[in-house]
């Protein structure tokens, strides 16, 4: 009883702070908050005052007029503007314990496993400024497994494929650490530009980031469709020929068109970690196939298009979009076992 009472009154929290979303995992209560990793702020002389964070900041993207800017302070999983994050996390934190009473919070965050001693320094040193008492580091593929539910700790190989905002992770592991790992900065961001670049060059259609993003989730694919078009929807842009906003119908075999750069550059990352690993491990991943987790995950025929490259099982993990989130938040519950795996002094 009094163990669930300490749950209840617990504040220490796990942040997956993504190039895309920010989710925050609260010790004893799951994920509680889950939004875009946005901020919009108001500049007047030369002083950033913070307007916005999160859901309502990312309607302002592309639409702000001069004196405001919305922008994302994360870039390919790391730090970009270091202010605008701390703002950001700071925001967070305090919307998850609307109390202010609260004692600081231990925090746990992921990052990228390719991230540079200074990018780690500088997420660390944002999260104790938004007020932690300690600040952890668990790596992003290590946090994707243990969300996934694989069995990270056995002396087997597991194979685990993270596709975020701003990263693709891919990374073998095997007693409870990583045997391998490779981060190729391709993700959900460059799915978006590739869409863009696509549009502009082969209808001279001019479109801005939240129609890209629409495009992929309602009918993106990693393959061309069977019957050669597949499904289409109506987009809306400006005609790049005549300046005025025009509305055109794109289909599924366009945009896997569109998407097949970035989906190659994901396939060839798993083909080279697949190559860099040991037999043993490489039987072990034979037996169990390759995990994939993170919001990429969910694009339409990627574990299809995964599955002819390599020959291997592809699975989605459940609920691919918390993963990275639930499994930061399983390292702060089960501390003792992962302590291995948090980084609190670099």
């Known amino acids: 009883m009094f163990g669930n009472l300490g749950g209840l009154f617990s504040s220490d929290m796990a942040i997956d702070l993504g190039t895309a979303n920010t989710l925050v995992y609260v010790k004893g ?19 950033k005052r913070v307007l916005a964070v999160g859901e309502d900041a990312k309607l302002m993207l592309g639409r702000t007029p001069g004196s405001i800017e919305a922008i994302r302070p994360m870039r390919d999983g790391v730090i970009a503007d270091f202010d605008v994050a701390e703002e950001m996390i700071k925001h967070f934190i305090r919307k998850v314990h609307k109390r202010s009473t609260f004692s600081k919070p231990k925090i746990i965050v992921c990052v990228p496993h390719g991230a540079t001693p200074v990018e780690k320094r500088a997420i660390r040193q944002s999260v104790l400024s938004a007020g932690a008492r300690r600040a952890g580091l668990i790596a992003e593929p290590i946090a994707a497994a243990i969300g996934a539910g694989m069995p990270i700790t056995d002396p087997t190989g597991s194979m685990v494929v993270d596709i975020g905002g701003g990263t693709t992770e891919v990374a073998v592991l095997s007693l409870g650490d990583i045997v391998y ?5 391709v993700g959900g961001d460059r799915m978006d530009e590739a869409i863009i670049n696509y549009l502009r060059r082969q209808q001279n259609l001019l479109i801005g980031e939240s129609t890209a993003e629409r495009i992929k989730t309602s009918i993106g694919t990693a393959r061309m469709p069977d019957d050669g078009r597949g499904t289409s929807i109506k987009i809306r842009g400006r005609d790049l020929l005549n300046g005025v906003p025009k509305e055109i119908e794109i289909s599924q075999a366009q ?11 994901i396939c060839e990352a798993v083909m080279t970690a697949l190559e860099a690993t040991p037999p043993d491990l490489g039987a072990d991943i034979v037996d169990r196939g390759v995990m994939l987790t993170g919001g990429g995950a969910l694009l339409g025929d ?45």
């Open 181 to 185: 790992a490779r981060s190729v900065r």
């Open 29 to 47: 209560r799951g994920v509680i908050l889950s939004e875009p990793s946005v901020v919009a702020y108001h500049v007047k002389d030369g002083v």
């Open 302 to 346: 990627l574990d299809l298009a995964l599955r002819e490259q390599t020959g291997l099982a592809v699975s989605i993990a459940n609920e691919s979009l918390n993963c990275v989130a639930m499994g930061t938040g399983k390292a702060l519950e089960y501390e003792k076992q992962l302590r291995h795996a948090i980084d609190y002094d670099s």
């Open 255 to 265: 945009v896997a068109e569109a998407l097949s750069e970035p989906v190659q550059q």
